[in-house]
């Protein structure tokens, strides 16, 4: 028997196909008494047969049953070589909950205001409030000045949101530009070749710079040209880096078990030239199975050349808050009634085409986009707090090949209720693997991330800790595998098996830490199996680590027969 160490790499595997679906009524109460039958699924169009049904209540306690774990101090074991069974444990009288939902908050603090920005902190503070035991939130922006990873510490997500500032990359905030080209106006001008931009533009810059002085008409159209440049490249540059964020946290957050969705608080941004990146962002995040749901931070938002020209955000009679459709760093109104309403008109435009890239990213992902209103804490309830109701879908695609294809899915109903259906909107079929070790590998690590139990084969687990310090420990990780149920392939008179062992240890908060793959390689004679069905295997992993609670994730698979087996175990090191 031997046995040989192996870093721990992980990837994603498609299999089973799983559709998490919430139905709304008209008023966006989640309903919860549908049945499998209800439901109709449909991969490229074809319908599927609906393998697995289950309906979810939010506020379900889960629970991690811990496995017995005792300081190493206290009661040594009574062979302290590598494959040692720990001695009896003591088992924890008060399991801790299991995290199950995981958000991340990513703040554009590029793009936000500081009056957007005081409204948008005081709704996501009273929202991070009423998380649930199983939630663990994180908050990130996408300037980077802010980075909180997953916790339930609310007095850190406190400190985080109060942290939060405009970061813009403009230095024109707080300026009255001459002229005043939108990233919108400039992309009209520069990308488009529209003549009536430039117009519009070349007029404002005549007003504001040379008086009104037709003699400077070349050189006012020369300034509006170059005032374009440099709004594309500053408009590119933060929109390009708002996306690049969103793309990174889509891969920060698919290592996360349970639950996982990205809530994007913006006033949104426009994307003329940057199709490709938005795009690759919702292939990410479908092959994640990542949601990624969007607020527009700028609430109630009133556009039209009958808006006051105050700019900003102002108040109604009944003091709720109004946003126009112009900036707040525009000149003082000049170069003829005609220009300005023109400007009006791009403005209006624009502020429109900020909040396209919102409601595309998600659409493309399954996820709510929730605006045009001033309840920003109503807002993130909606799009951040577990629906009441949800119903998991699951199917094994006919027929699917292999090919790392697009896959759209659609989620009927069977009756024509009338219910909004909030489901993913696709998936991609794995790549081909010619290599069935490639594709056991696979198997494996996609089990690592995922907080589901499996007993195909039988594995006892147990942990043992022992402290050198107040604050250094090692955690040993203990599988003890009953090898009488397990297959074995007759070779040379011998008998021939590999149990690939996986230990991964996580924080309290879901975070993955570090993770030791060892692979068992049993080539045994009818003897030594004979005495190895009473005693079983046992393979030991260890862990240098801190005082604190932890989660161990073990997996145990077989070549032979491809059974697998997933446990969970809380520890806690005083």
């Given at each position: 028997?031997?046995?040989?160490?192996?870093?721990?790499?992980?990837?994603?595997?498609?299999?089973?196909?799983?559709?998490?679906?919430?139905?709304?009524?008209?008023?966006?109460?989640?309903?919860?008494?549908?049945?499998?039958?209800?439901?109709?699924?449909?991969?490229?169009?074809?319908?599927?047969?609906?393998?697995?049904?289950?309906?979810?209540?939010?506020?379900?306690?889960?629970?991690?049953?811990?496995?017995?774990?005792?300081?190493?101090?206290?009661?040594?074991?009574?062979?302290?070589?590598?494959?040692?069974?720990?001695?009896?444990?003591?088992?924890?009288?008060?399991?801790?909950?299991?995290?199950?939902?995981?958000?991340?908050?990513?703040?554009?603090?590029?793009?936000?205001?500081?009056?957007?920005?005081?409204?948008?902190?005081?709704?996501?503070?009273?929202?991070?409030?009423?998380?649930?035991?199983?939630?663990?939130?994180?908050?990130?922006?996408?300037?980077?000045?802010?980075?909180?990873?997953?916790?339930?510490?609310?007095?850190?997500?406190?400190?985080?949101?109060?942290?939060?500032?405009?970061?813009?990359?403009?230095?024109?905030?707080?300026?009255?530009?001459?002229?005043?080209?939108?990233?919108?106006?400039?992309?009209?001008?520069?990308?488009?070749?529209?003549?009536?931009?430039?117009?519009?533009?070349?007029?404002?810059?005549?007003?504001?710079?040379?008086?009104?002085?037709?003699?400077?008409?070349?050189?006012?159209?020369?300034?509006?040209?170059?005032?374009?440049?440099?709004?594309?490249?500053?408009?590119?540059?933060?929109?390009?880096?708002?996306?690049?964020?969103?793309?990174?946290?889509?891969?920060?957050?698919?290592?996360?078990?349970?639950?996982?969705?990205?809530?994007?608080?913006?006033?949104?941004?426009?994307?003329?030239?940057?199709?490709?990146?938005?795009?690759?962002?919702?292939?990410?995040?479908?092959?994640?199975?990542?949601?990624?749901?969007?607020?527009?931070?700028?609430?109630?938002?009133?556009?039209?050349?009958?808006?006051?020209?105050?700019?900003?955000?102002?108040?109604?009679?009944?003091?709720?808050?109004?946003?126009?459709?112009?900036?707040?760093?525009?000149?003082?109104?000049?170069?003829?009634?005609?220009?300005?309403?023109?400007?009006?008109?791009?403005?209006?435009?624009?502020?429109s085409a900020d909040a396209d890239v919102l409601a595309v990213l998600a659409d493309g992902t399954g996820g709510t986009f929730f605006h045009n209103s001033n309840d920003l804490y109503a807002g993130f309830t909606r799009v951040a707090s577990p629906p009441e109701f949800s119903y998991v879908l699951a199917f094994a695609p006919q027929?699917?090949?292999?090919?790392?294809?697009?896959?759209?899915?659609?989620?009927?109903?069977?009756?024509?209720?009338?219910?909004?259906?909030?489901?993913?909107?696709?998936?991609?079929?794995?790549?081909?693997?010619?290599?069935?070790?490639?594709?056991?590998?696979?198997?494996?690590?996609?089990?690592?991330?995922?907080?589901?139990?499996?007993?195909?084969?039988?594995?006892?687990?147990?942990?043992?800790?022992?402290?050198?310090?107040?604050?250094?420990?090692?955690?040993?990780?203990?599988?003890?595998?009953?090898?009488?149920?397990?297959?074995?392939?007759?070779?040379?008179?011998?008998?021939?098996?590999?149990?690939?062992?996986?230990?991964?240890?996580?924080?309290?908060?879901?975070?993955?830490?570090?993770?030791?793959?060892?692979?068992?390689?049993?080539?045994?004679?009818?003897?030594?199996?004979?005495?190895?069905?009473?005693?079983?295997?046992?393979?030991?992993?260890?862990?240098?680590?801190?005082?604190?609670?932890?989660?161990?994730?073990?997996?145990?698979?077989?070549?032979?027969?491809?059974?697998?087996?997933?446990?969970?175990?809380?520890?806690?090191?005083?």
């Open positions: 028997m031997a046995s040989s160490d192996v870093p721990a790499t992980f990837k994603v595997n498609v299999k089973l196909v799983v559709v998490r679906v919430v139905a709304r009524d008209s008023q966006g109460h989640a309903i919860g008494n549908l049945q499998q039958q209800d439901f109709q699924v449909f991969d490229n169009g074809k319908p599927q047969t609906i393998s697995q049904f289950s309906v979810e209540k939010s506020g379900t306690r889960v629970t991690i049953e811990p496995a017995a774990s005792v300081p190493a101090s206290s009661s040594p074991p009574a062979n302290d070589s590598e494959n040692a069974p720990p001695n009896a444990p003591v088992a924890n009288s008060n399991p801790p909950i299991a995290p199950q939902r995981y958000t991340a908050f990513l703040f554009d603090d590029v793009h936000l205001k500081f009056a957007d920005l005081a409204f948008v902190r005081q709704a996501a503070e009273r929202h991070l409030a009423s998380l649930q035991p199983s939630d663990r939130a994180a908050i990130f922006s996408t300037s980077g000045q802010t980075a909180l990873d997953f916790t339930d510490d609310r007095a850190k997500m406190n400190d985080s949101l109060l942290a939060l500032r405009p970061h813009p990359i403009s230095g024109t905030v707080g300026l009255n530009p001459c002229p005043d080209v939108s990233y919108y106006l400039a992309d009209l001008i520069l990308n488009k070749n529209d003549a009536v931009a430039l117009q519009t533009a070349t007029l404002d810059a005549l007003y504001c710079q040379f008086g009104n002085d037709a003699e400077q008409m070349t050189a006012a159209q020369q300034l509006a040209q170059n005032t374009a440049r440099q709004s594309i490249e500053e408009g590119e540059q933060e929109s390009r880096l708002a996306l690049n964020v969103l793309k990174d946290l889509v891969r920060r957050i698919a290592l996360m078990p349970g639950q996982r969705s990205i809530v994007l608080v913006s006033p949104g941004f426009e994307t003329p030239q940057l199709e490709h990146e938005y795009v690759d962002v919702i292939d990410k995040a479908l092959r994640a199975e990542v949601i990624v749901n969007t607020i527009d931070a700028r609430g109630l938002y009133v556009t039209g050349a009958a808006s006051d020209a105050s700019k900003g955000a102002s108040s109604n009679a009944t003091g709720a808050r109004i946003r126009t459709g112009f900036s707040t760093s525009a000149p003082v109104p000049g170069g003829g009634v005609m220009v300005q309403e023109q400007k009006a008109f791009y403005d209006n435009a624009s502020a027929n699917l090949k292999p090919d790392g294809s697009f896959h759209t899915l659609k989620v009927k109903l069977t009756n024509p209720l009338k219910l909004n259906l909030q489901a993913r909107r696709g998936y991609y079929a794995p790549k081909h693997l010619d290599d069935p070790a490639e594709e056991a590998k696979q198997e494996i690590e996609d089990a690592v991330f995922s907080q589901d139990e499996s007993h195909g084969l039988p594995v006892e687990l147990r942990t043992q800790f022992f402290k050198s310090s107040d604050t250094d420990a090692r955690l040993s990780v203990f599988a003890r595998v009953d090898v009488k149920h397990i297959r074995f392939r007759k070779v040379d008179g011998r008998n021939k098996n590999d149990l690939t062992v996986v230990s991964a240890l996580f924080d309290r908060n879901g975070n993955y830490l570090k993770g030791e793959e060892k692979i068992l390689q049993m080539n045994w004679k009818d003897e030594t199996l004979e005495s190895q069905l009473a005693s079983g295997v046992t393979v030991k992993t260890s862990f240098d680590v801190k005082p604190g609670k932890y989660r161990v994730r073990l997996i145990v698979r077989d070549a032979e027969g491809q059974s697998i087996t997933a446990a969970n175990s809380a520890v806690e090191i005083p």
